[in-house]
């Protein structure tokens, strides 16, 4: 564990120089979207590893697209995640998972993102810098999920940083995970920033880096290299994890990316430009957007050229990604997962990796909670189980070919006095189904646990379970009335259907990823995921039937209770 030179947060925007512009961005709450989609890295395919993303509705595969083009569309969100309206940038990072002494991975949950924009000033002749707004189109990696070294004379490795947040004594910050040796009961905060020297003229580069430069010594500020002369606003990612629930600072390092980084180094941040150059110019120049009025740009509101577009409250839950994206692979959000998603085997300290290409589907670990993972298909019509997210409401609507997380659920087996009947929660949300009406009104997915209300008895016509599309045939009864489910005209579902005879028949069908040759909204690049084997990155059988040890019960019930969170 190596100690940086990057201070803690409220001393490095203390060393902003009055008259020097700040405001922060808020992305709080359900992200935007979460999976293996990158349009800067992998323009129109699934990328390596999964991702959380934040920010405008129109956020998508990308594709053959130039980046001026892509950035037009961006504009074009009907919302954003985020707290400024104008804003429909798009901020995404990698998901944290934890593992277990078995080898099973949990996903760890968090709050969201706050994204700082402080504007910094060099010395001599950049001791008052022309900063320049974003220009349309604009992208930016920042950090290397590849990297498994420390450097402290590299800026680049330094403008990655994590605080170890403690109830006893926080010490300083560092460049890997502390957690190996220290216990972070309040939170471990995960740290990019983003180099703010641009060389004026590309709006990417083959690495996604070369275009910009961090300043001359540090990545916080300072100034900007002879190669990289026009200085934009300072971009500063803050993640906050709750890890307390995590055994920890015991010597062993548990955590890790997404992209199988266990030493901390392959943290990175991609910034997608959704700015108004307009109104960012504005606010670089207004004396109200100063760090000395917007208190140390927590009142982006005080800023006057963002006064009418800071939403009054964060988040914005009915904000949703405009294009679905068809990729149901379990990413653990409410259950542990054998493997991490993608093509990305569990590296250390050492040389860096080089990415691999590929991707297997994800199964949740018999046991744990169950494997009735499954999507739900109206047979005769073909049209599957969605949820309306501002309303929780049921409708079969979408097509096979357009199944995301909306349309994932999990049929949780009851037990002792209810043996034989099923909860059905949904992936998203974790809420179970409930027949609030009793059969007078469209299910809704509303309830935190399950009782009687939210029982079913699922009866198969032939085999059991989900299997491949076109999937197992069966009929759904409601505990509640003893009524069978049927669908309406208007694709809502309820319980009112009298007989068996009357019941609709629906299919269920594994959502694991699947073969897809859809050319994505924007691009013109169709994508595909194709099964890759990798004997050393399964578990044994048997380590995975004994994940399902007593020990690990309260871990489920903790599991189900922060996953919310983790969305």
Request: aromatic share 10%; glycine share 8%.
């Amino acid at each position: 564990m190596k100690s940086v030179s990057v201070l803690v947060v409220l001393a490095t925007l203390v060393a902003c120089v009055l008259g020097d512009p700040l405001w922060k961005v808020f992305c709080q709450g359900t992200p935007l979207y979460r999976g293996r989609v990158d349009p800067i890295v992998n323009p129109g395919k699934l990328a390596q590893h999964s991702h959380k993303v934040f920010g405008g509705s129109n956020f998508d595969l990308g594709g053959n697209i130039t980046e001026v083009d892509y950035y037009n569309y961006i504009m074009k969100s009907n919302c954003t995640t985020c707290s400024i309206t104008i804003d429909k940038s798009v901020y995404w990072i990698p998901d944290l998972y934890y593992q277990w002494p078995n080898g099973s991975l949990s996903l760890v949950p968090t709050g969201g993102l706050t994204v700082y924009y402080p504007s910094r000033s060099g010395s001599g002749d950049q001791a008052k810098p022309q900063w320049k707004a974003f220009p349309p189109g604009l992208r930016i990696v920042a950090g290397s999920p590849t990297r498994r070294t420390y450097n402290a004379s590299n800026v680049a490795h330094k403008a990655i940083s994590y605080a170890c947040l403690s109830s006893s004594s926080s010490g300083p910050e560092t460049g890997e995970f502390p957690t190996a040796t220290r216990v972070c009961d309040n939170g471990l905060r995960a740290q990019v920033w983003f180099p703010m020297c641009w060389d004026g003229k590309n709006l990417d580069s083959a690495d996604h880096f070369s275009h910009m430069a961090y300043p001359i010594g540090r990545p916080d500020g300072g100034n900007c290299p002879s190669t990289h002369t026009t200085r934009i606003p300072g971009i500063f990612f803050e993640v906050l994890f709750s890890v307390s629930k995590f055994p920890h600072g015991d010597g062993n390092q548990r955590f890790l990316w997404s992209n199988g980084d266990r030493t901390g180094n392959g943290l990175h941040g991609d910034f997608l430009n959704g700015w108004d150059e307009k109104i960012v110019q504005q606010a670089i120049a207004d004396p109200t957007c100063d760090i000395s009025n917007t208190n140390f740009g927590n009142s982006p509101e005080k800023c006057a050229p963002f006064t009418p577009y800071v939403k009054k409250s964060n988040p914005d839950q009915s904000c949703v990604i405009a294009s679905k994206l068809k990729i149901t692979e379990d990413l653990g959000i409410n259950r542990f997962i054998s493997h991490l998603p993608g093509c990305n085997p569990l590296t250390g300290s050492g040389a860096n990796v080089t990415a691999c290409q590929g991707s297997w589907p994800q199964k949740p670990i018999v046991g744990i909670v169950n494997n009735n993972r499954t999507s739900i298909a109206v047979k005769s019509t073909g049209k599957f189980w969605s949820i309306v997210t501002n309303t929780d409401s049921l409708f079969a609507s979408v097509d096979y070919a357009n199944l995301s997380y909306s349309e994932v659920f999990t049929l949780v087996p009851q037990t002792g006095a209810n043996a034989g009947l099923v909860g059905i929660a949904s992936e998203i949300s974790l809420n179970y189904m409930s027949d609030n009406c009793r059969g007078s009104c469209p299910f809704k997915f509303n309830r935190n646990s399950p009782s009687g209300w939210e029982f079913f008895t699922v009866e198969y016509t032939g085999a059991v379970g989900p299997v491949a599309w076109p999937g197992n045939d069966a009929k759904i009864k409601a505990n509640s009335n003893g009524k069978y489910l049927r669908v309406n005209a208007d694709g809502s579902i309820t319980s009112n259907a009298t007989s068996a005879a009357d019941a609709t028949i629906f299919s269920f069908v594994d959502p694991g990823v699947t073969t897809d040759t859809r050319t994505s909204k924007v691009g013109f690049t169709s994508f595909e995921t194709t099964g890759v084997t990798d004997s050393t990155n399964n578990l044994q059988e048997e380590q995975v039937q004994n994940a399902a040890s007593s020990s690990y019960a309260s871990i489920v019930a903790m599991l189900f209770v922060v996953a919310m969170i983790a969305l």
